[in-house]
């Protein structure tokens, strides 16, 4: 039933990389294709943001007054507050992390038994035994086991550019919800930058940028697809053998 299971396995995971391979096949030679610009809200995949939220605080507006207290300046705001507007996002990532572990762990036990003396049936076990027998010394067990586990992450990582995203929904206490995508095609290779998450009006400056750390439940992917992004891969038959090998 095993072997079975693994013949079935082995046939999909071909069939799957041979829909893979003729796909591939079928773009040799051609620059990796841009995605078109859609509205996010309409993709299939889309779901609406919902978060636990305080209760919206009642705008009030003095009389004779020309201040509205919804208002973040006296003259006209520039800064994205409703949904379809733009927000450049500002993203600085210097993330480096170190650990060191190092652990042993040894163990030894011995056990003896002899029968030295037993109504003197124990002159008669060499009848029973090949060989001639010690009485004292019967049973003998060792063990011995012993471990030594070490390990270390060494991780520095980088990234700072810009992005422009766009507001797709505005949440009842004045949060808004950001979606941005980016691609850029060099040749046959092309860089994939997106971003999603929750930001506070409050926090946008006045040049209409925020600083992603201000940006709750922030997604931030950036790969790429073409030549290069293949030849870092494994190949497939190597990804499936690091699947199914047990050791």
Known sequence: MIVKNAMLLAASALCLSACGSLDRISKIGSEPEMTKIENPVAQQDYQPVSLPMPTPNA???QPNSLWDGSRQTFFKDQRASQVGDIITVLIDV???????NESKRSRASSENAGMDNLLGLETKLNQYL????DNTSLAALDADSSHVGKGS????EKITLKMAAIVTQKLPNGNMVLHGRQEIRVNFEK??????????????SV??????DKIAEARIAYGGEGQISDVQQPRYGQQLYDVIFPF
Do not use: C, F, W
Not at 130 to 133: D, I, L
């Open 94 to 100: 210097k993330d480096k992390a170190e650990l060191d």
């Open 153 to 156: 992450v060494g991780r520095e």
């Open 130 to 133: 090949p060989e001639a027998v």
């Open 59 to 61: 705008t009030i507006q």
């Open 191 to 204: 860089r994939i930058l997106g971003l999603d998450g929750v930001i506070r009006p409050e926090d946008i």
């Open 207 to 212: 040049d209409n940028t925020i600083s992603y």
